[in-house]
């Protein structure tokens, strides 16, 4: 779990359109509890919301995790990010 969480800016043209969707990534979280070598594995629809969301989640930090009293890297983390109009 992050233990800081930045959402994505929703892209103005999706708002605009009322377009909804996800993006599924993968990344890495580093020793010191960064984001890193985020990409994109999927996403629905197809790179409206890619950038947002790459963007958003390399803002992210996390406790790094620590095996034998050292941090460790930990590749191969996925996320998915959904972009929800608000019906309000």
């Known amino acids: 779990t992050p233990i800081v969480r930045i959402e994505p800016k929703y892209p103005i043209q999706a708002a605009r359109d009322g377009k909804e969707g996800w993006v599924k990534l993968s990344f890495t979280i580093n020793e010191l509890g960064g984001v890193e070598d985020v990409k994109v594995i999927e996403a629905k629809p197809k790179r409206v919301f890619d ?38």
Request: aromatic share 8%; charged share 45%; glycine share 8%.
């Open 51 to 88: 950038k947002s969301a790459r963007r958003a989640l390399k803002k992210w930090k996390y406790k790094p995790k620590v095996e034998d009293g050292k941090p460790i890297r930990r590749p191969g983390l996925t996320v998915q990010l959904d972009f929800k109009m608000d019906k309000g």
